[in-house]
């Protein structure tokens, strides 16, 4: 028998959750390696989700 780990959540609540899980952006395999080559080599962008930001909002235009 599985034990549970907190309280049940509401249905709106797992609703939410099932929804921020499907819309999550997913990043290909080579903007990954672009991010971390940058933060590597001293690409001062601040924290690693300003850099994310700033690619998703790059790939917009």
Known sequence: ?????????T??????KDIRRQTRRQYSAEEKIRIVLEELTGNKHGSWTTIYRERSEHRKH
Request: zero cysteines.
């Open 1 to 9: 028998m599985k034990q549970k780990s907190g309280p049940d959540k």
């Open 11 to 16: 249905p709106a609540e797992r609703v939410l």
